[in-house]
């Protein structure tokens, strides 16, 4: 099996290096990851600037880009082979709930994703990369388990419709992770206030405030599961349509025209 790693968190994170140890010993793994932190920069593509790919010592590959650039030019044409699966991640912290829309590791994920390829995103629940080498190990644990379902691997093919998985590791020990949960997102409340500096110039800094506490975090929800010390797994997509309001919308839509059509409107 091929695995293509990358991440928000640079090239030389930690997260990524626990990962990718624990991930060559199931698969051939490269790594094609940005060159600095690149938090919070979603699905963002570079298109008005050149990028560069060099090599670190390690063998791994660093991309003066964003985690969605890296996955991008790899699959596009850097590899010269097509992946059987994305991963993303270790990230330094959590994304769960809203910060799905932000995070720059389900943005490289969700990129493999777009290219019909299977694709993780794994995150552990608090900064600071405690007991990094067992959310290492139990991301290993879970891609060998969806290898061992068939749900990944060199011998699927290619028509096979492609899955993105969110998934969040609680900063435990190994033997006291909780099983896997299937959730769904839960949410949060609005950020914090911006922060407001002084430069040495006297200009006014803004710095965006930090992420909003949990709002719902309900039974089901990947903060409650983590909450009580389970992994969090929660399947996404990427239709953003308002389906169950589509038939409100239709209607108000029809009354819109109508009220252009009788005000003389186009």
Not at 5 to 19: E, K, R, T, W, Y
Request: aromatic share 6%; hydrophobic share 45%; net charge negative.
């Amino acid at each position: 099996m091929k695995i293509l790693l990358s991440n928000d968190d640079g090239f030389q994170a930690p997260g990524i290096v626990a990962l990718y140890e624990a991930l060559k010993t199931l698969a051939d793994v490269e790594v094609v990851a940005p060159e600095h932190n690149n938090s919070a920069k979603s699905n963002a593509l570079t298109l008005h600037s050149p990028l560069y790919v060099h090599q670190a010592a390690n063998g791994f590959r660093y991309v003066n880009g964003t985690p969605a650039d890296c996955v991008h030019i790899a699959l596009t044409g850097l590899l010269g082979y097509r992946p059987d699966l994305v991963v993303s991640g270790i990230n330094n912290g959590a994304n769960m709930g809203d910060d799905t829309i932000y995070s720059g590791t389900v943005g490289a994920a969700m990129e493999g994703y777009l290219f019909g390829i299977p694709a993780i995103a794994f995150s552990q629940v608090d900064k600071g990369w405690g007991e990094i080498d067992a959310a290492a190990a139990k991301a290993r644990e879970i891609v060998q388990q969806l290898l061992g379902s068939s749900l990944v691997g060199p011998a699927e093919p290619l028509a096979q419709a492609p899955w993105l998985l969110n998934v969040n590791i609680p900063n435990m020990p190994l033997e006291a992770l909780k099983p896997l949960k299937l959730c769904r997102l839960g949410r949060r409340h609005a950020a914090e206030r911006v922060i407001v500096q002084e430069s040495p110039r006297g200009e006014a800094m803004y710095w965006i405030g930090g992420a909003g506490a949990a709002k719902d975090d309900a039974e089901g929800t990947d903060f409650h599961a983590t909450a009580q010390g389970h992994v969090a797994m929660t399947p996404l997509k990427v239709d953003l349509t308002d389906h169950d309001n589509l038939g409100y919308w239709v209607q108000t839509a029809a009354r819109m025209q109508i009220a252009a059509q009788a005000g003389g409107g186009h």
